[in-house]
């Protein structure tokens, strides 16, 4: 590890569970100083380890994100990184369009369209100030292929991939890039309820080419990679990380 590496500060929104929380783990590995972001205030300060900072925040709320950057940019005075990974899938009401209740929908669009914008309209002018930075946006292959019955998860995704590159593209003079990861099917909290029964985790490693779900830290792995700046030639990209399930 570097001197400038350990500088280095990564901020990573839903850093208390699943995929947030194994990035935290490779980022910390990698000699990333962290700000974790999350509902949940005990699971945020868990995730942001002893050098880190764990804030108690919803990315849905301008003002909730306005306040944990500022604390941020006071405590370290750089962003480096952001990765917009806080998501939900919505509930078992969010299904196809005329059967998804309006607050639900809002509710779906809310986390996983507004949140990234806050954060990365929070994060941008401190990274413009720096001439450098790397935002990195969790979307999913729901925003490339449609999952039936998931309107409004497949179309707050596809939403997701789009704003990554529009961010590519809009800051790209700034010296800042943006790329989006799109995991397939991921072993975490918001599928455990639907991988530990038996016939559905059949159901759905039947469609994947390599037979199997990912574990969360195989996703972290690539957040971790775009991360450290070695691949300094992709913006604007939307890494499909699935088992090979789109190329089907
Ligand atoms: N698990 C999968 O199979 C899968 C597949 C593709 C994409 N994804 C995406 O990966 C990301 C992480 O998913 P996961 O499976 O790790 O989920 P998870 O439910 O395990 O973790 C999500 C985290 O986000 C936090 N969060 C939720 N709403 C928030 C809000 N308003 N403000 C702040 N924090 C909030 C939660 O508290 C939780 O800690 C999501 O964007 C999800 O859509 C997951």
Known sequence: MTDHQAARVAVITGGGSGIGRATCVALIAQGFTLAVLDLDS???KMAAGSDGVGIAADVTSPESVE??????????????????????????????????????????????????????R??????????????????????????????????????AVMFAKSLAIDYAAHGIRSNAVCPGMVYTPMT????????????VESKIPLGRVAQPEEIAEAIAVLASGRLAYLTGAALNIDGGWTAL
């Not at 455990?192 to 159901?203: F, Y």
């Open 122 to 159: 929070a994060a941008l002018p401190t990274m413009m100030a720096a001439g450098t930075g790397h935002i990195i946006t969790v979307a999913s292959v729901a925003g490339q292929i449609v999952f039936p019955g998931r309107a409004a998860y497949v179309t707050s995704k596809g939403a």
């Open 192 to 203: 455990a309820w639907r991988l530990d029964q038996p016939e559905l985790r059949d159901m």
């Open 42 to 44: 005990d699971a945020a």
């Open 67 to 120: 306040a944990a950057f500022a604390e941020i940019v006071k405590l370290f005075g750089r962003v480096d990184v952001l990765v917009n990974n806080a998501g939900i899938s919505g509930s078992a009401s969010a299904t196809t369009c005329h059967e998804t209740p309006v607050e639900e929908w809002d509710r779906v669009q809310a986390v996983n369209v507004r949140g990234p914008y806050l954060c990365s």
